[in-house]
């Protein structure tokens, strides 16, 4: 089957620009999340989708970050505007079930954010 | 607070010798652990879990960690290591209960010499 798809894969842009990322989980499953993965540190998870509704966004910083999963399916990570220290990659995981944490979490390939 | 910690920044082994990364986490209530390994350019891959009953867990690529409750560790283990397992190593911790947030570790890197 096929995996968690992401892209851009890699985008460079300028502090206060906007960049979006795009996520496509295993069909299927019903939960997404996003993780930022900033150099040398493990992914921290900045929100979670069970369907289109929004489980955990409590390490979300909502004054620039905002995400969205309209049906349940695709979803969208945006940053507007953007800082230096946004600079990370940015995982997004899916897994079959609802909100278990027994439940593998497949992660895509990453964006990589460089902000200058 | 649940917190996930992996002591060894970078660990360099030669081809065919063994292999132990340590993690030692902080967690509330019976915790659900985790191991990783994310190559370079590459999301994240799960080499094993463990959940519950047999504290020794086998995963794949030859890997294996124990838990020890009472040192609130769970190391990862391969007995021969191949040069195809240089990579980033993560550890990670969640709940059994609640939404399934993993916390992570920041990651071991695995340098493997001919």
């Known amino acids: 089957e096929a995996g968690v798809a992401q892209s851009p894969r890699y985008k460079i842009i300028e502090k206060r620009q906007s960049v979006a990322f795009w996520c496509n989980p295993i069909s299927g499953h019903a939960t997404l999340y996003w993780y930022q993965q900033i150099l040398g540190q493990g992914p921290k998870l900045l929100i979670q989708?069970?369907?289109?509704?929004?489980?955990?966004d409590s390490q979300l910083p909502k004054d620039r970050f905002s995400a969205e999963r309209l049906k349940g399916v695709d979803s969208t990570l945006k940053i507007q505007p953007a800082k230096l220290e946004d600079s990370a990659v940015y995982l997004c995981?899916?897994?079959?079930?609802?909100?278990?944490?027994?439940?593998?979490?497949?992660f895509g390939p990453g964006t990589r954010l460089t902000v200058l | 607070a649940q917190s996930v910690t992996q002591p060894d920044i970078h660990i360099t082994v030669s081809e065919g010798a063994s292999l132990e990364l340590r993690c030692n986490y902080s967690?509330?209530?019976?915790?659900?652990l985790f191991w990783y390994v994310q190559s370079p350019g590459q999301g994240l891959q799960l080499l094993l879990k463990?959940?519950?009953?047999?504290?020794l867990v086998q995963g794949i690529k030859g890997f294996e960690a124990e838990f020890k409750r009472s040192q609130s560790s769970f190391n990862l283990r391969k007995p021969s290591v191949h040069w195809s397992d240089a990579a980033e190593y993560f550890c990670a911790v969640g709940g059994q209960t609640g939404a399934n947030n993993l916390f992570f570790g920041t990651g071991t890197r695995l340098t493997v010499i001919p």
């Open positions: 463990y959940f519950s009953g047999d504290t």
């Open positions: 989708f069970q369907n289109n509704g929004v489980v955990d």
């Open positions: 995981a899916s897994s079959p079930q609802p909100g278990l944490t027994s439940n593998e979490q497949f």
């Open positions: 967690y509330g209530a019976t915790p659900y």
